[in-house]
């Protein structure tokens, strides 16, 4: 039953009237609601604690006004607890019995126990129902809404409670990559030490875990969509097979993005063999997905240093198969073979490598007249250098760093060191994001573009001891060594955009004296003995694939020109390629660039014949001579 008290103050006429609104009390688990209308006017009522056995049977006396509170209060101590119908009311305080038929209360079914006291306030215009009559009564208390009670929220009470405030943060923090997780026992095992079958029975691949592969295959799906020109290329040339016969051993980070590269090449014709080129970047659902789909995978994240060239020889060393093209990404699958596996080396047909570390190891070789395979230098390829090394790294570089430490760039001092596309491209995005940027260069033409877009050229010791983070973009090698990094200051952000880890002398931080503290999943806190501590990301290791994500639209700019530069040194006439170092012919590039202008729903303006005469150009291209520097 409800008890129905009304405001004991006059109401005003309806024009002075601003509004009416309902209070909701609940107490207990009977379901005893007490609904209170109001003038603009506030009136505070204490509810006296009720006994929760509701009586139906019994009728509310009404409590006469004027009457004093200590006897109001004795009145409905002793009356049963029981809920009346609403009524149209007048200016005085009066209580409807339930017996007015007119009035009579809608049952409510049984409600179960809740904390007392629970409140909830509505404005009774909400309901669509008329609040006032002609006179200025209240025609109809408002309906009120129900509350959702404690048994409503048993499911999340379900919920595991033995979690640290910290690991709750990051589980929720993390990447879809790493969201999916495996029972704990496959956590605890190497891969190397499974025995584990894809659907079809084929056990030649080492992953992590092989029922991830659905998961992965979703992750998959997501990539295609955004990498159109490897969609196109699968469309029209699937039916030439243009890679037909071709034994495809590489050595890439094993991503969504490189999976539908992989995927295309089969398609293609060619038969693949993978490996990881960083130990940190592999993408453990991928893998499992690439394996079930029968290509021979070797990789998972967190891999050690044994099990990274473990991978790498179980790619190689298969009895039976001998590979004749190598996609490379960083040299050092190029570089197995060359020195574990000399006569196999010798009958690569060519060689695809895509990284500065990489192409530089090529140059060495072929400088040296050690050389024996044509290799095609994609990293400078335009589509490569001015897209992915540029534009994806812009993206990326806030990506990795948010992750890892959610830290602010507004008014950071940050150190690039190298301002090649990749330096370019963290600069770019860091100074739009309000932080101080410092570059170090080598090149006088490089740091004359620095210091035309704004950068401040500094040697590494002049700012060392004052800048928030350190950047390495070089490609070199003890580009910041143990010298600078104890001059560094408490808190100092340490990472690296380049493909190799040389870069950042991690080597020199593994002593005594120093204290290696893991915060997060690549993330150490490295602790001098003075308390002083640096922030080194992914152990030196590339940033943004370590940590974070790339754009998958720019990744397929740069997997289309890996595909053509193998098309091409696989299928060319023999004699075209020696044995040294090519870039990609400008025709392709060209056509890479073509393939994507769709998604943008862009159209080219085609040349007329006077217009190519007069530049003594194709009206198909290529319109740039080698020479042109984009």
């Given at each position: 039953?409800?008890?129905?008290?009304?405001?004991?103050?006059?109401?005003?006429?309806?024009?002075?009237?601003?509004s009416v609104f309902v209070h909701t009390f609940v107490l207990g688990g009977k379901g005893l609601?007490?609904?209170?209308?109001?003038?603009?006017?506030?009136?505070?009522?204490?509810?006296?604690?009720?006994?929760?056995?509701?009586?139906?049977?019994?009728?509310?006396?009404?409590?006469?006004?004027?009457?004093?509170?200590?006897?109001?209060?004795?009145?409905?101590?002793?009356?049963?607890?029981?809920?009346?119908?609403?009524?149209?009311?007048?200016?005085?305080?009066?209580?409807?019995?339930?017996?007015?038929?007119?009035?009579?209360?809608?049952?409510?079914?049984?409600?179960?126990?809740?904390?007392?006291?629970?409140?909830?306030?509505?404005?009774?215009?909400?309901?669509?129902?008329?609040?006032?009559?002609?006179?200025?009564?209240?025609?109809?208390?408002?309906?009120?809404?129900?509350?959702?009670?404690?048994?409503?929220?048993?499911?999340?009470?379900?919920?595991?409670?033995?979690?640290?405030?910290?690991?709750?943060?990051?589980?929720?923090?993390?990447?879809?990559?790493?969201?999916?997780?495996?029972?704990?026992?496959?956590?605890?095992?190497?891969?190397?030490?499974?025995?584990?079958?894809?659907?079809?029975?084929?056990?030649?691949?080492?992953?992590?875990?092989?029922?991830?592969?659905?998961?992965?295959?979703?992750?998959?799906?997501?990539?295609?969509?955004?990498?159109?020109?490897?969609?196109?290329?699968?469309?029209?040339?699937?039916?030439?097979?243009?890679?037909?016969?071709?034994?495809?051993?590489?050595?890439?980070?094993?991503?969504?993005?490189?999976?539908?590269?992989?995927?295309?090449?089969?398609?293609?014709?060619?038969?693949?063999?993978?490996?990881?080129?960083?130990?940190?970047?592999?993408?453990?659902?991928?893998?499992?997905?690439?394996?079930?789909?029968?290509?021979?995978?070797?990789?998972?994240?967190?891999?050690?240093?044994?099990?990274?060239?473990?991978?790498?020889?179980?790619?190689?060393?298969?009895?039976?198969?001998?590979?004749?093209?190598?996609?490379?990404?960083?040299?050092?699958?190029?570089?197995?073979?060359?020195?574990?596996?000399?006569?196999?080396?010798?009958?690569?047909?060519?060689?695809?490598?895509?990284?500065?570390?990489?192409?530089?190891?090529?140059?060495?070789?072929?400088?040296?007249?050690?050389?024996?395979?044509?290799?095609?230098?994609?990293?400078?390829?335009?589509?490569?250098?001015?897209?992915?090394?540029?534009?994806?790294?812009?993206?990326?570089?806030?990506?990795?760093?948010?992750?890892?430490?959610?830290?602010?760039?507004?008014?950071?001092?940050?150190?690039?060191?190298?301002?090649?596309?990749?330096?370019?491209g963290c600069t770019a995005a860091l100074k739009a994001m309000g932080a101080v940027v410092y570059?170090?260069?080598?090149?006088?033409?490089?740091?004359?573009?620095?210091?035309?877009?704004?950068?401040?050229?500094?040697?590494?010791?002049?700012?060392?001891?004052?800048?928030?983070?350190?950047?390495?973009?070089?490609?070199?090698?003890?580009?910041?060594?143990?010298?600078?990094?104890?001059?560094?200051?408490?808190?100092?952000?340490?990472?690296?955009?380049?493909?190799?880890?040389?870069?950042?002398?991690?080597?020199?931080?593994?002593?005594?004296?120093?204290?290696?503290?893991?915060?997060?999943?690549?993330?150490d806190h490295v602790i001098w003995p003075d308390g002083k501590r640096i922030v080194l990301l992914?152990?030196?290791?590339?940033?943004?694939?370590?940590?974070?994500?790339?754009?998958?639209?720019?990744?397929?700019?740069?997997?289309?020109?890996?595909?053509?530069?193998?098309?091409?040194?696989?299928?060319?006439?023999?004699?075209?390629?020696?044995?040294?170092?090519?870039?990609?012919?400008?025709?392709?590039?060209?056509?890479?660039?073509?393939?994507?202008?769709?998604?943008?729903?862009?159209?080219?303006?085609?040349?007329?014949?006077?217009?190519?005469?007069?530049?003594?150009?194709?009206?198909?291209?290529?319109?740039?001579?080698?020479?042109?520097?984009?």
């Open positions: 039953m409800d008890y129905i008290y009304h405001n004991p103050l006059p109401l005003r006429h309806p024009s002075q009237l601003c609601r007490v609904t209170t209308a109001m003038s603009v006017q506030v009136v505070s009522a204490k509810m006296a604690e009720a006994d929760l056995q509701a009586s139906s049977s019994k009728e509310l006396k009404a409590v006469p006004p004027g009457m004093p509170k200590s006897e109001e209060k004795k009145v409905l101590k002793n009356e049963p607890k029981a809920a009346a119908a609403t009524s149209p009311v007048g200016p005085s305080t009066e209580v409807i019995a339930k017996g007015d038929p007119s009035h009579s209360p809608t049952p409510s079914p049984d409600l179960p126990k809740m904390q007392a006291s629970a409140m909830r306030r509505t404005d009774g215009r909400q309901n669509g129902e008329s609040l006032l009559n002609s006179d200025g009564t209240v025609a109809e208390a408002p309906k009120t809404k129900k509350i959702q009670f404690a048994d409503q929220k048993q499911e999340f009470n379900k919920r595991p409670t033995k979690i640290g405030r910290r690991s709750l943060s990051r589980s929720i923090s993390q990447s879809s990559t790493d969201s999916y997780s495996s029972d704990s026992s496959d956590d605890e095992t190497s891969p190397r030490d499974k025995q584990q079958k894809n659907s079809k029975g084929s056990a030649d691949f080492c992953i992590k875990n092989i029922k991830q592969a659905d998961f992965g295959r979703r992750e998959i799906e997501i990539a295609e969509q955004e990498m159109p020109a490897l969609t196109a290329l699968r469309k029209r040339a699937q039916g030439e097979k243009p890679l037909a016969g071709a034994k495809v051993v590489g050595c890439t980070h094993i991503t969504a993005q490189t999976a539908v590269l992989m995927e295309t090449l089969s398609a293609l014709g060619a038969q693949c063999r993978w490996a990881a080129c960083n130990i940190y970047s592999t993408q453990n659902e991928v893998a499992a997905a690439l394996a079930e789909a029968g290509i021979s995978v070797f990789a998972w994240k967190g891999e050690s240093e044994d099990d990274f060239w473990w991978c790498i020889d179980r790619c190689v060393n298969l009895e039976g198969w001998q590979p004749n093209m190598i996609l490379d990404d960083g040299g050092d699958l190029t570089h197995w073979i060359y020195k574990k596996y000399p006569n196999m080396f010798k009958k690569i047909k060519g060689i695809v490598e895509e990284s500065v570390t990489g192409v530089h190891r090529l140059y060495q070789l072929s400088k040296a007249g050690k050389l024996c395979v044509p290799a095609m230098n994609v990293n400078d390829s335009v589509t490569k250098q001015k897209f992915d090394n540029l534009y994806c790294c812009r993206e990326s570089i806030l990506d990795g760093l948010k992750r890892t430490t959610d830290v602010m760039f507004g008014g950071k001092q940050v150190l690039v060191c190298g301002y090649g596309e990749v330096g370019k570059v170090t260069e080598i090149d006088p033409i490089c740091a004359l573009q620095a210091c035309m877009d704004g950068f401040r050229l500094v040697k590494l010791n002049e700012v060392i001891r004052q800048v928030d983070i350190v950047i390495t973009c070089t490609g070199n090698k003890n580009v910041v060594v143990r010298e600078y990094l104890d001059r560094m200051k408490s808190g100092c952000i340490v990472c690296n955009m380049g493909h190799s880890n040389t870069e950042i002398d991690v080597a020199s931080l593994r002593t005594p004296e120093l204290t290696w503290e893991r915060v997060r999943s690549q993330v992914a152990e030196g290791r590339l940033l943004n694939l370590s940590c974070s994500t790339v754009p998958t639209f720019v990744l397929s700019i740069t997997a289309t020109t890996q595909a053509l530069a193998l098309i091409e040194l696989f299928n060319a006439p023999e004699g075209r390629y020696k044995q040294d170092v090519y870039l990609l012919p400008k025709k392709m590039d060209e056509y890479v660039a073509s393939l994507h202008l769709p998604a943008f729903d862009a159209h080219l303006t085609e040349l007329s014949d006077e217009q190519a005469k007069y530049l003594g150009l194709n009206k198909n291209g290529p319109f740039k001579p080698n020479y042109y520097r984009y």
